[in-house]
């Protein structure tokens, strides 16, 4: 056998002739040479024969340094017998987390390792995939679509419909300003909660149809406003459609885009309801609004909630109507009306596992918006 010099580790490879038989295959011994070795001799002689037939592999070399047995294994090996030296020695495969999870009884460790504390990802995760979002997590396990958007949304719809209702006390030109926000976030909110982001022309299309819808009112004035409303719709729904058509996206894509836009777009110019109806009415049913949704976020069964919600737009209503020199009865039936709307679009806003930005969108804006065409009709009729 030979032997290399030189400094760091230096492994002997003997290799098994063929004309020995072993236990399975071709078998190499690596040892590396320790620091503490003396000088190689000048030459060794390589052995007069091989060994025998039969006879056993040499003894494993004592090593303190990590040494590598090389031994392929193939289909046709027979089982080892008791004089091979791998005989009883077995390497154990390395545990899967299904048995980790069964040997440490609780589920297997992700990135964390199982302190506490520490986010345990699963296998979307540790093998290259797109993390599952809490929406998909929350569809895969069965749980309801519904998510309420919470304390804090509803906070900020209270603050606008107060915003709302003061501009409406100022005049139609004191309303445009918290109008125009509102028309902006409905659109936005509405493509995102439909999944669609970024959108950034169907927002733009969308907030564009509703501040033509207000500059549409504001040049004829409320006694054509059904004119100005139901014409700027219809443009924009036309608009929208040569838009489409002339998309180079996939059928379905154009689908989901044309509904998504039209919708948005409707829901942005029924939001000028507010300018177009009276005065008065537009202060009462802001109001009522402001009032309904909070009640409605509160941590309350669902009914009771829902009994509150309404009960609290009649009695804003009836107090707005205190403020405005309108009738108690006829002022509560408007707020009541407008917290029914105003309930729906906060129902909707609700609905699909939305996210935190949904929330702080159209869980703000749509009790609002969709309350519009209530506070121009009822309006009408009542005050």
Do not use: K
Not at 86 to 106: D, L
Not at 228 to 241: E, H, K, R, S, Y
Not at 276 to 285: P, W
């Amino acid at each position: 056998m030979g032997q290399d010099a030189g400094s760091g580790d230096t492994a002997l490879l003997r290799p098994v002739p063929h004309g020995a038989q072993t236990t399975g295959g071709e078998t190499a011994l690596l040892r590396p040479v320790r620091d503490q070795d003396g000088p190689p001799a000048a030459a060794t002689p390589a052995p007069a024969a091989p060994p025998a037939a039969g006879a056993p592999l040499p003894p494993e070399v004592p090593y303190d340094r990590p040494t590598a047995m090389l031994r392929p294994v193939t289909d046709e090996e027979p089982p080892p017998g008791p004089g091979d030296p791998a005989a009883g020695r077995t390497v154990p495969a390395p545990a899967g987390p299904a048995e980790a999870a069964a040997e440490g009884g609780g589920p297997a460790a992700g990135p964390g390792f199982g302190v506490p504390g520490e986010p345990a990802y699963g296998a979307p995760t540790t093998s290259g995939e797109v993390r599952l979002t809490d929406a998909q997590r929350a569809r895969a396990e069965g749980r309801s679509p519904v998510i309420e958007p919470g304390v804090q949304p509803a906070a900020l719809t209270a603050v606008l419909g107060v915003l709302l209702a003061g501009g409406a006390a100022l005049g139609p030109y004191g309303l445009l300003l918290p109008l125009v926000l509102l028309q902006a976030v409905t659109a936005a909110g509405w493509f995102r909660l439909n999944g669609m982001w970024p959108a950034r022309q169907g927002i733009a299309l969308a907030f564009a149809g509703g501040v033509t819808a207000d500059a549409a009112l504001l040049a004829t004035g409320r006694e054509h406003a059904p004119a100005a409303i139901i014409g700027t719709l219809g443009v924009w729904v036309l608009l929208v459609l040569v838009l489409q058509l002339r998309s180079h996206a996939g059928a379905d894509e154009r689908q989901y885009g044309l509904m998504a836009t039209v919708a948005s777009s409707a829901l942005a110019v029924l939001a000028a309801g507010h300018l177009a109806a009276a005065q008065d009415a537009a202060v009462i049913g802001a109001l009522a609004v402001a009032a309904a949704v909070p009640v409605r976020a509160l941590p309350l069964p669902g009914p009771v909630s829902l009994a509150g919600g309404l009960l609290a737009a009649a009695g804003a209503g009836a107090a707005g109507g205190l403020l405005t020199g309108v009738q108690p009865l006829p002022a509560a039936l408007l707020g009541a009306g407008a917290g029914v709307c105003a309930l729906i679009g906060h129902r909707v806003a609700s609905y699909d596992y939305p996210s935190r930005f949904v929330h702080m969108t159209a869980g703000v804006a749509l009790p609002l918006a969709a309350a519009a065409p209530a506070v121009y009709l009822l309006g009408r009729a009542l005050v």
